[in-house]
């Protein structure tokens, strides 16, 4: 019977090399710089959603009604 050992459990025996570990840093950084832009240009994109909701139940009677739900969910959704 043989064995091949996985990567993960030499990781005790044999550590990243520090070039290495700058890199993974470096990628680190930029995926949540990016992540957080998604996230800021998700809720802009709600925060305006949002307004013209408000927008335009305002412009009809005011009062949300189930008539005025379906056509927000028609017009937006």
């Known amino acids: 019977?043989?064995?091949?050992?996985?990567?993960?459990?030499?990781?005790?025996?044999?550590?990243?090399?520090?070039?290495?570990?700058?890199?993974?840093?470096?990628?680190?950084?930029?995926?949540?710089a990016f992540d957080a832009f998604l996230n800021a240009m998700e809720k802009s994109r709600q925060k305006q959603t949002e307004r013209e909701i408000a927008n335009f139940v305002s412009s009809r009677t005011g009062r949300l009604t189930d008539e005025l739900e379906r056509e927000i969910e028609r017009r937006f959704f």
Do not use: E, Q
């Open 1 to 32: 019977m043989s064995y091949t050992a996985h990567h993960k459990n030499l990781a005790a025996y044999a550590g990243d090399s520090p070039t290495r570990n700058v890199a993974v840093k470096r990628v680190s950084i930029l995926w949540r």
